[in-house]
């Protein structure tokens, strides 16, 4: 998958501009334009400023001013397709390195009656079940049913390291195109060939795919209506020009009352709101564009819109909000025992204990007083590893050069207790007193002990991610509530919340108690996100307005939510709400330019064409030329000057449109006031200095 830091080299792709320009040529199909109410209104007002012109150059009138208003009109709904085209030309360079991707390999298929069948890709079928070994391309998504292997997933997430998938836990689900390079599994096949993951998602990124969600159709809906509504009062023009110059006469000033149809044509593609209609759909696809770079795939836009307006975080704690593993923190020694003695003690039952515990104290012991694993004769030394059954691990030396014989036991407190017992020992008070200590507080007790004397305790923790509680910081910032959902016991719970930040917890949380709570809050009116890799998620991941599936997760969670990340990172969560944020802040921040801008045309094009009426004997100009207020060189200037203006900002603002608005956390209060004051005031001064330059151009090469 191509990152996101790889993104700028599409600014200065030749190839994918060259595409985009072809690809909006073909967008000028009345079909094409038809999705798009105001840029097809605009196309007709070109074809009706086309027909003026071939008549004004057939009957030998001057042509020159209706010739620049007619290819300006033209431009600006040609620009408007190369927004799209663009913003598609970006999807369907993924898409096109995401069928590189694409394997087409022979399936060992295993029948009903026991056997093995090579068939091709193209005729396996959902159910069935394939077996693959090292060095096996895994042809279609599945999901493991028996067996375990490491599996190259690199040609999908783009992480080199393998993975582990096996039957029976929350990481059974695999797709097609990946590797096995060891041990072998047996897959039931989960999608038809032709809808894998990777077709979805191919799909999905060239825009194929792509529906508009229900804020862009209301959008579209009330530019639909402006667009009515200018119609109306332009075409009036002509009949309230015409009463004008009857007064005017009546008066006796002089007035022309006449409006050709290319003025009329330019006014009203100058005031209906282009800019925005020209960049709406390029905002959505660049939303879930935005989205593919991170290796996050979306089944619809409408999702990452939603993702926007989250305002209820749900996460597991394991793995997204701590390590998962529980990593030594402290050693507590027993009265009368030297630290380092329990922590010397502590390394030695490890260094036999390949538990991610295990390796964290020989880790401690050796960061807090350099202790080294010791050289153990073989012959002395007998090494006892951990095994889930004894819940201990160990070390026994025989005597030797003088030396008595020693037991070394580290593990569970219940365990090393009755292991002590047996030795002909006793388990101190005090010690039982700093285990129940360490549990209460959330962490998990280890107890040492050597022969028949319990040396302590050491502290295991589940350490939270560095940077976390910075990350919820900005979450609270942006207005959304989080909440860490977890099966540790209420204690426990308490503590990682308070270390982390979050702002609640559930504690022995079952897959029934996320799904009420969901529809709890749901019922309060909040939009709700959980991220989830478990069958048991699946409720709570379907329920939720945003529901986050690892791709590692089983096929079950992967169909209930509608996201899937590729990189099964559960933190990603927080960027995919900014990213929802993003693109409504985007739509949003355009919007207000937008109709600041129109607002703004009017102030430059309408005092400019009144400023020829009530003009006596004697007059260039009448009363009216004071509202002229830009000191357009004429009538004329003004009009193809807005008219320029309104094409040249859609290319001006097509960066803008697909790489986003940047977004800062804060408050909605906070986020309308800034897009006001920068893309609403910008609208409004943009106009008057754009077209004021463009004017003075117009004038200087005499093109009016």
């Not at 010397?344 to 807090?368: F, H, N, Y």
């Not at 004769?377 to 030396?397: K, L, N, W, Y």
């Not at 037991?407 to 002590?420: D, L, M, Y």
């Not at 502290?459 to 976390?468: A, C, E, R, S």
């Amino acid at each position: 998958m191509m990152r996101e830091e790889k993104k700028n080299t599409f600014w200065c792709d030749k190839a994918m501009l060259k595409t985009a320009f072809r690809d909006a040529l073909r967008k000028f199909d009345p079909r094409a334009l038809s999705k798009n109410f105001v840029i097809l209104v605009t196309a007709l007002g070109a074809l009706i400023s086309t027909i003026v012109l071939v008549r004004d150059v057939a009957a030998g009138q001057p042509f020159s001013f209706t010739l620049q208003i007619t290819l300006w009109l033209w431009f600006t709904v040609l620009f408007a397709n190369f927004a799209e085209a663009w913003a598609e030309g970006r999807g369907k360079a993924q898409a096109d390195a995401l069928k590189k991707m694409r394997v087409y390999v022979n399936a060992r298929l295993l029948t009903d009656k026991g056997t093995e069948e090579i068939v091709s890709v193209s005729e396996l079928r959902k159910g069935q079940k394939v077996l693959c070994e090292a060095g096996d391309v895994i042809p279609l998504d599945g999901e493991v049913i028996e067996g375990i292997a490491s599996v190259d997933e690199s040609a999908i997430t783009g992480e080199s390291a393998p993975v582990i998938r096996e039957s029976g836990g929350d990481r059974s689900a695999v797709t097609g195109g990946t590797r096995v390079i060891s041990d072998g599994i047996v897959i039931r096949i989960t999608a038809e060939p032709g809808n894998t993951f990777l077709d979805r998602m191919i799909a999905m990124v060239e825009g194929a795919s792509r529906q508009r969600t229900p804020n862009e159709i209301a959008l579209g809906i009330l530019l639909a209506a402006l667009t009515i509504v200018f119609i109306a009062v332009v075409f009036s023009l002509p009949a309230m020009a015409g009463y004008i110059e009857d007064s005017a006469r009546e008066l006796g000033f002089r007035a022309d009352g006449h409006i050709s149809l290319p003025v009329l044509v330019s006014l009203l593609v100058c005031l209906i709101p282009t800019t925005i209609g020209g960049l709406l759909s390029a905002i959505g696809i660049s939303g879930i564009d935005r989205l593919v770079r991170r290796n996050v795939l979306a089944t619809s836009g409408r999702a990452v819109e939603a993702a926007g307006d989250i305002d209820v975080l749900m996460l597991d704690k394991t793995g997204t909000i701590t390590f998962g593993n529980r990593m030594a923190n402290e050693f507590l020694p027993a009265p009368g025992v030297e630290e380092q003695k329990l922590a010397e003690a502590a390394q030695l039952a490890s260094l036999s204990d390949e538990t991610p515990e295990g390796r964290s104290i020989v880790v401690l012991a050796k960061k807090l007083f350099g202790i080294r694993g010791s050289h153990m004769d073989a012959e002395h030394v007998a090494f006892v590893p951990f095994s889930a059954s004894t819940r201990m691990s160990g070390v026994d030396i025989a005597g030797h050069d003088g030396q008595p014989a020693v037991s070394i036991r580290k593990g569970a407190a219940e365990s090393v207790a009755q292991w002590v017992k047996e030795q002909g020992g006793t388990f101190p008070q005090e010690v039982e007193m700093t285990v129940q200590n360490v549990a209460r507080a959330g962490g998990t007790p280890l107890v040492v002990a050597r022969g028949r004397d319990v040396l302590g305790v050491i502290y295991l923790k589940d350490i939270v991610k560095g940077g976390i509680k910075e990350r919820f910081a900005r979450l609270r910032a942006m207005g959304i509530r989080t909440v860490m959902v977890t099966g540790d016991n209420a204690l426990t719970a308490a503590s990682i919340a308070a270390e982390a930040g979050v702002d609640d917890f559930m504690a022995e949380a079952t897959p029934e108690m996320k799904l009420a709570r969901i529809r709890e809050e749901q019922a309060a009116g909040h939009l709700v996100a959980m991220t989830g890799d478990g069958t048991n998620d699946a409720p709570a991941l379907a329920q939720a307005d945003v529901g986050v599936a690892m791709n590692t997760g089983t096929q079950a969670a992967r169909e209930a939510g509608n996201m899937v990340d590729l990189d099964s990172n559960p933190t990603k969560l927080i960027e995919i709400v900014e990213i929802g944020k993003q693109l409504l802040i985007t739509r949003g921040a355009l919007t207000t330019f937008s109709f600041a801008n129109d607002v703004a045309k009017y102030f430059a094009i309408i005092p400019a064409m009144f400023a020829g009426l009530f003009v006596a004997d004697g007059m260039v100009n009448g009363p009216l030329s004071a509202l002229n207020v830009m000191g357009l060189h004429s009538p004329q200037s003004a009009i193809l000057s807005a008219v320029i203006f309104n094409a040249l900002i859609i290319v001006a603002l097509i960066p803008l449109a697909l790489k986003g608005v940047s977004y800062r956390p804060s408050g909605a209060a906070s986020l309308l006031k800034r897009n006001i004051l920068i893309y609403g005031v910008g609208g409004l001064i943009a106009p008057f200095i754009g077209i004021k330059l463009i004017d003075m151009a117009v004038t200087a090469l005499h093109l009016v």
